[in-house]
């Protein structure tokens, strides 16, 4: 931890010395809610800031940024190269969680990345190597508080980004700021299905993760509910115990006889409540901020971040579209005899049209569907205006990590420098981005660095 505290407060140190703070971050949960919490944090030093959310970190960005103070949430660990050729003169301050093999960076007194994955591999303690960006962010927001409770009430945030990233509250320094988020009474645990909130058969019908096989299929989930003797009108939180307990019960077996592998854990356990943000549950600020991002509209994001009330009906419909897009995407794929899944020895692969939906669909692929290779989206369309780059997202179970030793990171890493792109992320969930027409060279790459690991293991 110590390592760490040091970083957190040379960070917070740069950015006191400025008036003005540029902010960039990425456009999914984890990266809005990041931004969101260095906004408020600055708001309330009275810094002012130019907040800009992308979706990568390239040279034709950095080249472009000129301000004094210059806060990068969410990445910037692969791109340490190009922030120290063209950011020299410049106070940096970046606040990543994501692995590279670059990262043996030291910090200067202008540029200082905080990456709690580089300081555990370098000094080899064990901290915050599950910390997401949110919660770097909240840290030295902490930091930048006028005193020991200050910006305390931007834990929500965190929860919500930690959300996002699927990774664990219940451990390390997680777990300390979710603890310390309940005893200030800024977020409420309370246990259930992990649905989010509304009418029952709305929420079964768009629940893609956790993902249940009766999602988009209308006269199916009408006919589930009658059978299992639930109203479908009802509000989740207006079921009684016994009937949740029914629900459940049906939902896990409708999974099984689908050979759908939705863990019991994953649809029952603690859900969270935040209690100063404009929605108050956990999962559904964390999917209103996603869907901002992935259509194009993050100022929203962090406008519901900044706790603007009269975001959050728009929010919720683009999540509501975001959500009928991933439904579409999946009913297509079991659907689709040709133009659908691939598989390799090594992973499975397939092609999506549909823009901003990559990573989520890899994700809820893998956990739920195809669990036993990593699975790799790659998206044509995401590149159309930026350079001719085709989009792509690989994920894979923890199970995989564990028993196969299998890195999506470098391997998604090495393939794309192989074909002229770049990649990187986490052992389990990692992305790239390669010149259009390399997809086939690039798919044969990663099967093959694959399968080297697996051997290696």
């Keep these: 931890m110590a390592s760490l505290q040091r970083e957190l407060e040379r960070a917070a140190e740069v950015i006191k010395k400025h008036d003005y703070a540029r902010v960039v971050s990425h456009y999914d949960a984890d990266g809005i809610t990041a931004a969101g919490i260095i906004c408020n944090a600055l708001i309330r030093s009275g810094i002012q800031f130019h907040a800009t959310i992308i979706n990568k970190l390239d040279r034709y960005f950095v080249q ?223 999917r209103m901020v996603d869907a901002c991002g992935r259509f194009g509209k993050a100022g929203m994001g962090i406008g519901l971040c900044l706790r603007e009330e009269k975001l959050v009906e728009e929010a919720k419909a683009l999540y509501m579209m975001f959500q009928n897009k991933l439904v579409s995407e999946l009913n297509r794929i079991e659907a689709a005899k040709e133009g659908g899944m691939k598989e390799l020895p090594n992973v499975y692969y397939l092609y999506v049209q549909e823009k901003g939906i990559t990573g989520v669909l890899a994700g809820i692929i893998a956990e739920y569907i195809n669990t036993s290779k990593p699975v790799i989206v790659l998206n044509r369309k995401n590149g159309a205006n930026e350079h001719g780059d085709t989009k792509i997202s690989a994920r894979c179970s923890k199970k995989l990590l564990r028993e196969k030793g299998i890195d999506l990171s470098k391997a998604l890493e090495q393939a794309a420098s192989e074909v002229g792109g770049y990649g990187g992320g986490h052992p389990v969930a990692s992305g790239a981005s390669i010149p259009e027409g390399m997809e086939d060279r690039f798919i044969t790459a990663v099967d093959r660095i694959i399968g080297e690991q697996i051997r290696a293991s």
């Design 64 to 286: 472009e940024m000129n301000e004094e103070l210059i806060i990068i949430a969410d990445m910037g660990t692969a791109q340490m190269n190009l922030i120290l050729k063209f950011l020299k003169d410049k106070d940096v301050v970046i606040l990543d969680h994501h692995t590279h093999t670059t990262s043996s960076f030291k910090n200067s007194s202008s540029t200082v990345l905080v990456n709690p994955n580089r300081l555990s591999r370098n000094s080899g303690e064990i901290l915050g190597g599950e910390l997401c960006a949110a919660g770097l962010s909240y840290l030295v927001a902490r930091l930048l508080g006028s005193d020991a409770r200050g910006n305390v009430d931007l834990a929500g945030l965190a929860i919500a980004g930690t959300l996002g990233d699927k990774l664990p509250l219940d451990r390390g320094i997680n777990r300390l700021i979710l603890d310390e988020a309940i005893k200030e009474g800024v977020v409420t645990p309370r246990k259930g299905l992990k649905l989010g909130d509304g009418k029952v058969r709305d929420l079964i019908l768009h629940s893609t993760d956790p993902y249940i096989p009766l999602a988009g299929k209308t006269e199916r989930v009408d006919g589930f509910l009658s059978e299992v003797g639930i109203e479908g009108e009802k509000r989740l939180d207006e079921l009684d115990e016994e009937d949740v307990k029914r629900l459940s019960s049906a939902l896990l077996s409708i999974a099984r006889e689908s050979n759908t592998e939705l863990r019991e854990e994953a649809l029952i356990g603690t859900t969270y409540m935040l209690n100063l943000e404009v929605e108050k549950n956990a999962l559904d600020f964390m």
